[in-house]
């Protein structure tokens, strides 16, 4: 669709993921092995035929930058497509930072006038779903309305605090909407997806930033809209994730699996760079005599000599022989030595736990000290390249820091709920 443009919000850190988000942006974070978040936008862009897309980045975009490249494995390069990050930047007039989402995009009106699409989608990048624009597309120009939102129905008694809700008369359009209200009035759930008439967007962002004080789309363009254009809602059917926190993060990959998985990428055809960081050289899988897999997702690259059960391990992870890994998931060239146990863990890229480590060991005593509402299941997580020691004793509900060496684990073992080095602040 030559008239319309992507236009993805690539987000920052989010604290609620703690180390994961320390040095990328959440639409960067490996998900499902291969893949990183803002595969599933991109993806869904693609095969609606939108190619031409700005990526909106702010927050330490190198790992973001490396894996979108010049958009090619998205279809999106070539004459009269193409993929462009989009960051702050200084020029004659004025030089800001991305202030809020309304701002980050009216800084970059330029690109919008450049191309001139009768309509502008703008998108969060760190959501996992799989969604046929088309319908939405049609249905946002049969109602002519000025902007269309995706809804889905949730379940306001699981927590709604996540969410701006909107009311719907019977024909869909939305009646009132309320960012993050303690008790919503509607169960349509905003997904952070919007498809604007262009010159209304326009309207509307110089008059937001010329009045407007979190320069926010979701708690000032959006109700201002509501209440003076025509705005439909489009509701989705199928799966969404937000992943926002470490436990959701998890619960994700474990929708990967079963018979039946909530997530089936073999028919949501995602799209990636799989030669980044030599991804696609890797050799196959290799199962050594010993090794055992059950209801996991293994990746090109693994070496698998122990005992492997719903789990998630992703390019050039190691599990020697006697170690076993539960209901966890491993982010790429993990190391797990001989006899280590891990239960419940996300191990992020180039961890290695020495023979014998117990991680996800014990009782839940209680949520994470520094992450409360973010990780309380039970889950552990360790940062980049941190080294573990042989006989490493990790407890539930755990946070380890980046680049962690042996020598810095406490001799007692990790206790419950604790944390070792910095769980929310710069990367260490």
Known sequence: ??????????????AELSVLTLARPKAAVPFAGQYRIIDF??????????ERVGVLSMYRSSSLI???????PWDMMGRGRGLKILPPFTDHASSQWYRGTADAVHQNLGYVRHHKPRDVMILSGDHIYNMDFRPFIERHRDCNADMTMVVKSVDTEKGSGRFGFAEVDADMRVRGYEEKPAKPRSPWASLTIYLFKTEVLKARLEEN????????LYD?????????????????EGYWSYARTVDAYHEAHMDLLGDEPAISLGDWGVRSRAWMRGLGDQPPCRIEAGGTCKESVVSQGVTLAGRVERSVLSPGVVVEAGAIVKDSVLLHDVYVRAGAVLDRVVLDKGVVVGAGAKLGHGEVLGPNEALPEALASGLSLVGKRARLPDGAVMGRNCVVEPKVKEESWPSGGLASGTCLGRCRGGEA
């Open 1 to 14: 669709m030559r008239d319309i443009i992507g236009m993805v919000l690539a987000g920052g850190r989010v």
């Open 41 to 50: 936008a991109l993806s869904n862009l693609m095969r609606a035929g939108i």
């Open 66 to 72: 490396d894996h979108l490249g010049v958009g090619q």
């Open 209 to 216: 930033a010329r009045t407007g004080r979190s320069l926010q």
């Open 220 to 236: 000032e363009v959006l109700p201002s809209m509501v209440a003076s254009d025509k705005v439909y809602a489009h509701p989705l």
